[in-house]
């Protein structure tokens, strides 16, 4: 855990969040601003800052963040209607939580690409 990092304490239980998915690895969470009617971060419990600091080690981390993702949209039945996934990465990426977080955005049609 990373001290002052908001993720890390959501993922203690340190701040509360609405919490749709856990396990050992990760958790998922709606997000306090939602861009559509489905909007849940993905993070995994430990503290990785950015994609940048993924090593290959982190690879079946980051497939089961994407896994969690997919089973999130399933339970809201977007399967066949879409969703969209997307980590941003840094300040040209908008990213403004520094511990990797897989957005996860549905229920609506979602313009392409974004700003
Ligand atoms: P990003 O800009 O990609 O770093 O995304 C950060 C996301 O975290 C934004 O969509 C925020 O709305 C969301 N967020 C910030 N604080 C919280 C919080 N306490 N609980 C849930 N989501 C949050
Ligand atoms: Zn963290």
Same mark, same amino acid.
């Given at each position: 855990?990373?001290?002052?990092c908001l993720f890390c304490k959501i993922a203690a239980g340190e701040i509360p969040a609405k919490i749709v998915r856990e396990d050992d690895f990760a958790l998922a969470f709606e997000d306090v601003n939602p861009? @559509?009617?489905l909007h849940v971060l993905v993070i995994p419990r430990r503290h990785i800052a950015t994609l940048n600091e993924l090593t290959? =080690? =982190?690879e @079946? !981390?980051?497939?089961? !963040?994407v896994s969690m993702a997919r089973d999130v949209a399933h339970d809201r039945g !977007?399967?066949?209607s879409g969703y969209r996934t997307v980590?941003?990465?840094n300040a040209d990426g908008?990213?403004?939580v520094f511990h990797i977080h897989l957005h996860l955005i549905g229920g609506r049609s979602l @313009?392409?690409?974004p700003g």
């Open positions: 855990m990373s001290k002052d861009q @559509a009617p290959d =080690d =982190d @079946a !981390l980051v497939g089961h !963040l !977007l399967d066949g980590f941003n990465c908008g990213q403004t @313009a392409w690409p």
